[in-house]
């Protein structure tokens, strides 16, 4: 069964620190997509990153990274210097890569407020 | 771009009532995906639509169904709503090609349900 697990549930930091989202996942899966969603307060659920099971490269996206540990099964989301506009619900999520079964399996979530 | 359109974005219903919840996906995209968010917690999977088949099935109750059309909108209908209904309900839409790495699913804004 898939499943992904984000142990911080809500995490508070100052503004211009850096923050990194745990990310765990569980699949039985050779191939297989990873994801992670932003949710503002508004609702709505923003993409900001999917990731192949083979390409285990880390990617930089401004002030977004993500380190993927395939060994681990880990698949982190750091903000370097937060900001206020980055409080929000961050979803990991995971997703299978073959057949025709492509539902979104979700995390529980870490709300991430940044302080000012 | 175009993106998925929900409708409406908000709707309030009494207990036992019916609720009809649209679908708009991006042009060209072929399959449809329904996801509920409850309060406080993660998207959960519903039900998904490829050329107009139920192509996969979550957690959906049997008093929700759901169907697509020819133009491949979407509707979700919910009947005898009870108080647990009360969610954010999303579509996302994705093009499915059969030869090629599944396509990012891109979700709509989602409607907002409130039963009282």
């Known amino acids: 069964a898939q499943k992904v697990t984000q142990a911080q549930t809500e995490i508070s930091v100052v503004e211009k620190e850096d923050v990194t989202l745990d990310c765990v996942y569980e699949t039985r899966d050779t191939t297989y997509y990873l994801f992670w969603y932003k949710q503002p307060p508004s609702g709505e659920l923003v993409f900001l990153i999917r990731r192949n099971s083979f390409d285990e490269q880390n990617e930089i996206s401004g002030r977004y990274s993500w380190n993927f540990q395939k060994s681990t099964s880990s698949f982190n989301f750091t903000i370097t210097a937060s900001q206020v506009v980055d409080s929000a619900v961050y979803f990991c999520?995971?997703?299978?890569?073959?057949?025709?079964?492509?539902?979104?399996?979700f995390g529980k979530g870490t709300r991430l407020h940044i302080l000012p | 771009a175009a993106g998925v359109i929900q409708s409406p974005r908000h709707l309030i219903k009494e207990k036992r009532e019916t609720a009809t919840l649209k679908c708009y996906p991006i042009p060209r995209h072929d399959t449809v995906y329904w996801y509920q968010q409850g309060p406080g917690q993660d998207p959960q999977f519903l039900i998904s639509?490829?050329?107009?088949?139920?192509?996969d099935k979550g957690s959906i109750p049997d008093r929700f169904s759901a169907q697509q059309f020819s133009d491949y909108h979407s509707e979700l209908n919910m009947s005898s709503l009870e108080l647990g209904d009360s969610a954010l309900y999303f579509c996302a839409s994705s093009f499915f090609r059969k030869r090629a790495a599944k396509e990012t699913q891109y979700f709509g804004p989602g409607t907002r349900l409130l039963v009282l």
């Open positions: 999520a995971l997703s299978e890569a073959s057949g025709r079964d492509d539902k979104i399996i």
């Open positions: 639509f490829y050329e107009k088949m139920q192509s």
